[in-house]
């Protein structure tokens, strides 16, 4: 007997996976959504708060899932004694594997799962993409609901005939001409795949994702045995705005890390925050961010400068001689200056002062 397929959101306790599951919950309340949560035990207090808040909106629990459930320690430290003091990095982020995925594919095991990643449509990224065969990812903010996969699967060479076949067949009289000949359209270098998207899209974004979801028959995608899925007739395309909006207007609020403090320094004001979710010592966050920790969460700075020994640093520059007065106050006098470069509205949030790459630092499935 076939496993029914399971609908799933990881909650990280940033501001894209909690908009998506207040979107989710008001567009499409047919989805039976299980919420998850890979809890490192690092965690700022502000997440947990979030999630807290989360629960009560959407009425039902988020399951907490932990790496090292047997062990006396939370599951970073854990893993920081299996590794011999060794702290992650961008260049070996064995964090986001034993913390993040390894937990999350636990818990799929091998049943079917759609799992919904809030990835928005202002973002040009694709993010994580499980290699197991029984996790598709679904978007659900941007206008091309689906993986990169599926769409090389879809709009590859040899699939033009299928293609074709399913534009005949789901099309109205008055359209099929013209999405027949982008149907038949080979890619090459003068019409890429994404032009070819695109394309497609503007022509009728929900035609496309009937077609799609029925290219996925006879495939071993979680999809491909669902009789059907409210999301094909979705053609929203949300940006960061919208984000903060729907946290605002459900009740749930945006993160309080997320809120701009202004600092002084030689006479000039500036304004810090925190940009992503994630372990309070992520060694993606910016210098200003540490220094923002430093200030704001004296004691979650402590416990990470503890964990740097040995020679393990968070990053090229140890926290010790991060928050020397001199380092301190360089740092906040770069800052000012990138923010007076800054373009675009002001908002209460940091996001339009630092790059856009909040809540990078783990799998996007979990954002």
């Given at each position: 007997m076939?496993k029914?397929?399971?609908?799933?959101?990881g909650?990280?306790?940033?501001k894209?996976?909690a908009?998506l599951a207040i979107?989710?919950r008001?567009?499409?309340?047919?989805?039976?959504?299980?919420?998850?949560f890979?809890d490192?035990g690092k965690?700022?207090?502000?997440?947990?708060?979030?999630?807290?808040n989360?629960?009560?909106?959407?009425g039902?629990?988020v399951?907490?899932?932990e790496?090292a459930?047997?062990?006396?320690?939370d599951s970073?430290?854990?893993?920081v004694k299996?590794?011999g003091?060794?702290?992650p990095?961008?260049?070996a982020?064995?964090?986001t594997?034993k913390l993040k995925?390894e937990?999350?594919?636990?818990?799929?095991g091998?049943?079917?799962?759609?799992?919904y990643?809030?990835i928005?449509?202002?973002e040009?990224?694709?993010?994580?993409?499980?290699r197991?065969?029984n996790?598709?990812s679904?978007?659900?903010?941007?206008?091309?609901i689906?993986?990169e996969d599926?769409?090389q699967?879809v709009?590859q060479?040899d699939?033009i005939?299928?293609?074709?076949g399913l534009?005949?067949e789901?099309s109205?009289?008055a359209?099929?001409?013209?999405?027949?000949t982008?149907?038949?359209?080979?890619?090459?270098?003068?019409?890429?795949?994404?032009?070819?998207l695109?394309a497609?899209?503007?022509a009728?974004?929900?035609?496309?994702n009937?077609v799609?979801?029925?290219m996925?028959?006879g495939?071993?995608?979680p999809?491909?045995?669902?009789?059907?899925?409210?999301?094909?007739?979705?053609?929203?395309n949300l940006?960061?705005?919208?984000?903060?909006?729907l946290?605002?207007?459900?009740g749930?609020?945006?993160?309080?890390?997320y809120?701009?403090?202004?600092?002084?320094?030689?006479g000039?004001?500036?304004?810090?925050?925190?940009?992503?979710?994630?372990?309070f010592?992520?060694?993606f966050?910016?210098?200003?961010e540490w220094v923002w920790?430093y200030?704001?969460?004296p004691?979650?700075?402590e416990?990470?400068?503890?964990?740097?020994?040995?020679g393990?640093?968070?990053?090229?520059e140890s926290?010790?001689?991060?928050?020397?007065?001199a380092r301190l106050?360089?740092?906040?006098?770069?800052?000012i200056?990138k923010?007076r470069?800054a373009?675009g509205?002001?908002?209460p949030?940091l996001?339009d002062i630092?790059?856009?790459?909040?809540?990078?630092?783990c799998?996007?499935?979990f954002?």
């Amino acid at each position: 007997m076939t496993k029914p397929t399971r609908h799933l959101l990881g909650i990280s306790g940033g501001k894209d996976s909690a908009a998506l599951a207040i979107y989710l919950r008001h567009k499409h309340p047919e989805l039976q959504l299980e919420y998850y949560f890979c809890d490192t035990g690092k965690e700022l207090p502000e997440t947990y708060t979030l999630i807290s808040n989360l629960e009560n909106y959407l009425g039902q629990k988020v399951t907490r899932l932990e790496a090292a459930e047997e062990s006396p320690e939370d599951s970073f430290d854990h893993f920081v004694k299996v590794y011999g003091g060794y702290l992650p990095s961008s260049s070996a982020r064995w964090c986001t594997k034993k913390l993040k995925l390894e937990p999350f594919e636990k818990f799929v095991g091998n049943d079917p799962v759609v799992s919904y990643v809030g990835i928005r449509g202002d973002e040009d990224r694709e993010g994580y993409i499980s290699r197991k065969p029984n996790i598709q990812s679904i978007f659900p903010f941007r206008r091309n609901i689906w993986s990169e996969d599926v769409v090389q699967k879809v709009l590859q060479n040899d699939a033009i005939s299928r293609l074709r076949g399913l534009y005949e067949e789901l099309s109205e009289a008055a359209q099929l001409a013209r999405v027949l000949t982008l149907a038949e359209t080979q890619l090459s270098r003068g019409f890429t795949q994404a032009q070819k998207l695109n394309a497609l899209l503007d022509a009728d974004t929900r035609l496309f994702n009937k077609v799609v979801f029925g290219m996925l028959r006879g495939t071993t995608y979680p999809l491909a045995t669902v009789p059907n899925f409210s999301l094909l007739n979705n053609d929203d395309n949300l940006i960061r705005a919208d984000i903060f909006r729907l946290l605002r207007e459900s009740g749930v609020g945006v993160p309080a890390y997320y809120e701009k403090i202004t600092f002084e320094v030689d006479g000039q004001k500036g304004e810090y925050a925190r940009s992503r979710s994630g372990c309070f010592f992520c060694f993606f966050q910016q210098k200003i961010e540490w220094v923002w920790l430093y200030e704001q969460h004296p004691e979650l700075f402590e416990r990470a400068l503890a964990y740097e020994r040995d020679g393990y640093t968070w990053m090229e520059e140890s926290l010790t001689d991060l928050i020397k007065p001199a380092r301190l106050r360089q740092i906040k006098l770069d800052a000012i200056g990138k923010q007076r470069k800054a373009k675009g509205p002001a908002s209460p949030y940091l996001l339009d002062i630092l790059d856009d790459e909040e809540e990078v630092g783990c799998a996007s499935c979990f954002i």
